[in-house]
T-cell receptor
Framework: DTGVSQNPRHKITKRGQNVTFRCDPISEHNRLYWYRQTLGQGPEFLTYFQNEAQLEKSRLLSDRFSAERPKGSFSTLEIQRTEQGDSAMYLC??????????????FGSGTQLSVL | DQQVKQNSPSLSVQEGRISILNCDYTNSMFDYFLWYKKYPAEGPTFLISISSIKDKNEDGRFTVFLNKSAKHLSLHIVPSQPGDSAVYFCAAASLFKTIFGAGTRLFVKA
């Protein structure tokens, strides 16, 4: 399977705990994105990497959230001191290099986070 | 600020008929407009896109129309099939950022 892979698929945690999600993009894709989706809404942009550089962060991404892509391949998204409002589907997407803007994103199946 | 709006949360269509999904946007700086399809427990998958310099793009049963003066786009599915039942997200892209609407759930009845 050469699609975008996200782990874990589901995560249940207690409020105040830290969680970390992993995303493995399609191998030749240098652009990687994190989105968050809540029930009844579309995906909301969180952050964007081009290779290992984090080029944009949404104001939705509070200081409890941190994302890394250390070698320009896989990425991790960590949420510290989770709150019930963090419960959502966290989606990772990638896109290939090129001069065009985001003509097409390839999404993983997401990590569903439930904070109790 | 909702830059991309899908005002119909759901749509029900008979198999074989046309499905028309609508979307409005507020920012004229978008370069591409896209439609994604999402099944339960899966991530969105790309369906069709249109450049901001065009007004129509067709791919098989799917056609997207762009009306820049009205800041409106629509997705036409003809003929609709039961397998088309899913949530459809309208999206607008500029540089590295893609903004999604809230989605329209399409039901295609056999």
């Amino acid at each position: 399977d050469t699609g975008v892979s996200q782990n874990p698929r589901h995560k249940i945690t207690k409020r105040g705990q830290n969680v970390t999600f992993r995303c493995d993009p399609i191998s030749e894709h240098n652009r990687l994105y994190w989105y968050r989706q809540t029930l009844g809404q579309g995906p909301e942009f969180l952050t964007y990497f081009q290779n290992e550089a984090q080029l944009e962060k949404s104001r939705l991404l509070s200081d409890r959230f941190s994302a890394e892509r250390p070698k320009g391949s896989f990425s991790t998204l960590e949420i510290q001191r989770t709150e019930q409002g963090d419960s959502a589907m966290y989606l990772c997407a990638s896109s290939p290099p090129g001069v065009a803007t985001n003509e097409k994103l390839f999404f993983g199946s997401g990590t569903q986070l439930s904070v109790l | 600020d909702q830059q991309v709006k899908q005002n119909s949360p759901s749509l029900s269509v008979q198999e074989g008929r046309i499905s028309i999904l609508n979307c409005d946007y507020t920012n004229s700086m978008f370069d591409y407009f896209l439609w994604y399809k999402k099944y339960p427990a899966e991530g969105p998958t790309f369906l069709i896109s249109i450049s901001s310099i065009k007004d129509k793009n067709e791919d098989g049963r799917f056609t997207v129309f762009l009306n820049k003066s009205a800041k409106h786009l629509s997705l036409h599915i003809v003929p609709s099939q039961p397998g088309d039942s899913a949530v459809y997200f309208c999206a607008a892209a500029s540089l590295f950022k893609t903004i999604f609407g809230a989605g329209t759930r399409l039901f295609v009845k056999a």
